[in-house]
């Protein structure tokens, strides 16, 4: 699984690409907007918050669960548009739109990271709520939740600086060239 660093290049190069033609990308034009793109493009994570009863807990216990499917994505980009329009937003289909974009850029990185903590089901409901299948396609070495400060997780987050980090930079130089 990719951590945040991941899902955060994943959210600024998201915002980058839905920057309108011939603007700069929004990343530093509006900090609100790129920090909502974070904060969406991390939101599925939010499954490792629980309450057990006595209060919150930080636990991947239930990580990879619903929010990490294409129903959530979809549930969540609805309520984004719906807020938009309320607040009388002329582009609230547009920011619907968005706000699928990054939910799912953290759903399709997961998919591909391969995941070695079978807690749910190895990979994640994809389909969910049409199918509560796990999917996995593991292509990139990611963090051992396990042990975080081993060398296999120093490595994998490495490579995902490296793969995520790129994405990134790629798609923001491509866009300033716009």
Known sequence: ????????????????????????????????????????????????????????????????????????????????????????????LWFGGLTLALVMSHVIADIFM?????????????LWPISDAYYIVPLIPGMDRSNIFSMASVLGLLLEIFIFGGIFVGVYIARNKM
């Open 1 to 92: 699984m990719p951590t945040p660093i991941g899902h955060t290049f994943l959210g600024l190069a998201t915002i980058a690409i839905a920057s309108k033609r011939g603007e700069k990308p929004l990343i530093m034009g509006n900090l609100k907007l790129s920090a909502f793109c974070v904060i969406m493009a991390g939101l599925p994570d939010i499954d490792f918050i629980q309450w057990d009863g006595a209060g919150i807990i930080i636990t991947g216990l239930y990580h990879h669960g619903i929010t990490h499917s294409i129903g959530f994505a979809l549930m969540v980009s609805a309520l984004a548009a719906l807020v938009a329009k309320l607040v009388k937003r002329g582009d609230w």
């Open 114 to 126: 391969i995941d070695g903590y079978p807690q749910n089901g190895v990979g994640i409901p994809l």
